[in-house]
């Protein structure tokens, strides 16, 4: 009897710590691109990137590199409503190794309530994007995530 007792315990323990967990952020993927995809008129759907961003203890520098064609015009579109404030985003014509990059666009100048950001693209042959993500100091395991979409004309 104090066997079956303890494991429905252990279960139940489980089961709502896990629950509390999954939804203690608000990464849904689905209405994100969503909402993406209805900025992204009137250029045409080329890629997406999903990004599941922790924070901790220290600042962190995450990139992406988008490859794109040249002589296509192209559209960013990020969507930063699964993130904590906080998170700076940086468009460079070269990757972070490089010496002479050109930032091309950052969202530093955005307002706040701004959770969607445009971005047509300038002429150019790659694109990386960097996530500034600063330390957790709080130490409560920050969680987000950000998704960004590539169109073409």
């Known amino acids: 009897m104090k066997k079956a007792f303890y494991i429905s315990l252990v279960g139940l323990v489980f ?7 999954q939804t203690a952020d608000n990464c849904d993927k689905k209405a994100l691109t969503t909402s993406c995809k209805k900025k992204l008129d ?14 901790t203890k ?4 995450l990139e992406v590199e988008v ?4 002589g296509e015009k192209y ?4 969507n930063t409503s ?4 906080g998170i700076k985003i940086n468009v460079y014509t070269k990757d972070k190794e490089a010496k002479k990059r050109e930032a091309i666009f950052s969202n530093k100048d955005a307002k706040p309530e701004d959770k969607e950001l445009i971005f047509d693209v300038p002429r150019a ?3 990386y994007v960097d996530y500034d993500v600063p330390a957790d100091s709080t130490n409560q395991k920050i969680t987000g995530c950000m998704i960004f979409m590539v169109g073409y004309k």
């Open 75 to 78: 559209r960013l579109v990020f």
């Open 58 to 61: 220290k600042t962190q520098q």
């Open 15 to 21: 089961v709502f710590g896990f629950t509390t967990i």
């Open 67 to 70: 490859p794109i064609f040249i």
């Open 42 to 55: 009137p250029y045409k759907y080329d890629s997406q990137k999903f990004t599941k961003i922790n924070f």
């Open 82 to 85: 699964g993130m904590p404030k």
């Open 125 to 127: 042959r790659k694109m």
